[in-house]
């Protein structure tokens, strides 16, 4: 139902008054404007939930040996006090072939042969030692697991970011396979959508891990290079296959179009990679809260393309 029937202002008569029922669509009880104001609800900015804490004091490398050193010398003298106090057993001595001679001076003279053959047991000992010290400490690989997990859930809750990238050309399985792959090891979620024109790649996850991430993107790879089939990855993954032979990427490029703090994540767990045909299709895999994404992306190769004429 039209307010303006030909669209045009000349429809409002000049003295709305006078003649009520020029109007029928604005005056009576079914229309939509009345004198009410709304008021919006006012919605905090995303960066409100995070919360930094406060550092201690940094120290520099050579600050940071001095401190160890002090604390170790400290640990040292401590322990020869008690020692000294008699409240712990002195250390037997590490006796080592090159200290031999100096150590046990009157029995190495009386049965060298013995003398050497017990230090080799010693030494063999202590290394047997070390080594079963080491291993005790190692994690498991579930463990190790559980505190990747636990420091991805830390830098989690100091905020969700979300990256977005233009590609020109996404069409190399070399390039799909090291975009994909390094997400999922950031712990990232994302999504890959792939067009004949521009392919758009969306990611969120931890500031730290999108730093990473970034430079991926930005240095890391070579966007001209359509690279080469890989032998095999020590994961079990399926390595890319074999690059067309056309294919051709010399004008190639990745632009990061948008980079900043996200109330939630947007993305489902994990990285899909999309091939869309049609715009219409990759609007409908992005979704009505990503789909402006493509549009920056459109509008920032027009914007470069008039810069540069």
């Excluded at 003298?77 to 000294?84: A, G, L």
Aim: charged share 30%; proline share 9%; net charge positive.
């Amino acid at each position: 139902m039209a307010f303006l029937p030909s669209k045009s202002y000349a429809d409002v008569p000049s003295a709305p008054s006078a003649h009520p029922a020029a109007l029928p669509h604005i005056d009576d009880e079914a229309s939509p404007i009345d004198n009410l104001v709304q008021h919006p609800i006012e919605i905090p900015p995303p960066t409100d939930t995070i919360r930094v804490k406060p550092h201690g004091v940094i120290l520099t490398k050579k600050e940071q040996k001095k401190m160890r050193r002090q604390r170790r010398a400290a640990e040292q003298q401590d322990k020869r006090d008690r020692i000294k106090m008699g409240l712990l057993p002195p250390d037997p001595p590490k006796v080592k072939l090159s200290n031999l001679m100096r150590v046990l001076a009157n029995e190495a003279i009386a049965d060298p042969t013995k003398v050497e053959a017990r230090v080799r047991r010693e030494v063999a000992a202590r290394r047997e030692q070390h080594e079963r010290t080491n291993a005790e400490r190692m994690l498991t690989d579930e463990e190790r697991r559980e505190r990747r997990a636990y420091k991805t859930r830390v830098e989690e809750a100091k905020g969700i970011w979300c990256q977005v990238y233009r590609v020109h050309r996404l069409s190399s399985p070399s390039h799909r396979f090291k975009v994909r792959k390094n997400a999922l090891q950031h712990h990232l979620s994302g999504l890959i959508v792939t067009h004949p024109d521009q392919s758009l790649v969306v990611v969120e996850g931890s500031a730290k891990a999108l730093k990473a991430y970034k430079r991926l993107m930005l240095v890391r790879i070579d966007w001209t290079d359509p690279g080469r089939p890989r032998q095999g990855s020590p994961d079990g993954d399926t390595e890319p296959p074999e690059p067309p032979a056309d294919l051709d990427l010399s004008d190639n490029t990745c632009d990061l179009i948008f980079e900043g703090p996200v109330r939630d994540r947007q993305l489902a767990p994990g990285v899909r990679l999309e091939d869309c045909a049609t715009e219409f299709k990759v609007k409908e895999q992005l979704g009505t809260r990503l789909a402006g994404y493509w549009d920056v992306a459109k509008r920032s190769v027009a914007a470069a393309q008039d810069g540069g004429l």
